[in-house]
């Protein structure tokens, strides 16, 4: 199976495996990361589940759908690559991708 590394926004990481088709969203739930909330479950409504990915990954999680860029225009300290984990599906090509986790949801 591919593996997530989540990190922290205080540094400390996490590196899970991940069955192939799971979000990173339910990745982080599964393996009980903190920062995540997914208020919505994975709906793309709320984007409580806003993460960064590492820019060397960035290209390979394809572009946000609209709808994702909207809900990411309310996240706190939105970035260039950021992401709603909900929206972000595990593959093989993925295997090692750095998640980097904000210190706030909102």
């Given at each position: 199976m591919p593996i997530v590394k989540f990190v922290n926004h205080?540094?400390?990481?996490?590196?899970?495996?991940?069955a192939?088709?799971?979000?990173l969203m339910h990745?982080?739930?599964?393996?009980?990361?903190?920062?995540?909330?997914?208020?919505c479950g994975g709906?793309?409504?709320?984007?409580?589940c806003h993460c960064y990915i590492d820019e060397a990954w960035l290209e390979?999680?394809?572009k946000p759908e609209d709808i994702e860029k909207d809900t990411i225009e309310f996240a706190l300290d939105a970035?260039?690559?950021?992401?709603?984990s909900c929206q972000v599906l595990m593959?093989?090509?993925?295997?090692?991708?750095?998640?980097?986790v904000p210190?706030?949801?909102?």
């Amino acid at each position: 199976m591919p593996i997530v590394k989540f990190v922290n926004h205080d540094g400390s990481s996490k590196e899970v495996e991940v069955a192939v088709g799971t979000s990173l969203m339910h990745a982080a739930m599964d393996n009980s990361i903190d920062g995540i909330i997914a208020d919505c479950g994975g709906a793309c409504s709320c984007g409580t589940c806003h993460c960064y990915i590492d820019e060397a990954w960035l290209e390979k999680t394809g572009k946000p759908e609209d709808i994702e860029k909207d809900t990411i225009e309310f996240a706190l300290d939105a970035k260039p690559n950021s992401r709603l984990s909900c929206q972000v599906l595990m593959s093989d090509d993925l295997d090692g991708i750095v998640v980097n986790v904000p210190e706030h949801q909102y």
